[in-house]
């Protein structure tokens, strides 16, 4: 069982940037692809992006591609999503989820499991 906590969240203004930490507590981390999803006030939680369990294959929903990257650090069991040229739109609870099988080569195909507590980013215009 995974045990995600996410951080990084908070307000920053259009055209800045942030950077998103998923952290987890237990010892499977490098098996599993892991995922980004946000979702906004009276919207369904979307697809952000994902990446395979090894770093290398990486998908991005259209909506965020050429300004959002994932990444991970599986020696700090830790995922990022590096934020750029954020816009309004952007606002959301961000949640970062684990697949629910490992080894899972094709970052795109990833099926949540585990899912983090979320993490709130306000994008002002």
């Known amino acids: 069982q995974m045990q995600l906590v996410e951080s990084g969240g908070g307000l920053v203004q259009a055209g800045d940037s942030l950077r998103l930490s998923c952290a987890d507590s237990?010892?499977?981390?490098?098996?599993?692809?892991m995922g980004w999803f946000r979702q906004a006030p009276g919207k369904e939680r979307e697809f952000v992006a994902a990446i395979s369990w090894s770093g290398g294959s990486t998908g991005y929903s259209d909506s965020v591609k050429g300004r959002f990257t994932i990444s991970r650090d599986n020696a700090k069991k830790t995922v990022y999503l590096q934020m750029n040229s954020l816009k309004p739109e952007d606002t959301a609870v961000y949640y970062c989820?684990?697949?629910?099988?490992?080894?899972?080569?094709?970052?795109?195909?990833?099926?949540?499991?585990?899912w983090g507590q979320g993490t709130q980013v306000t994008v002002s215009s």
């Open positions: 989820t684990a697949d629910n099988s490992p080894f899972r080569s094709v970052a795109s195909m990833m099926t949540p499991g585990s």
């Open positions: 237990g010892r499977t981390f490098s098996r599993y692809a």
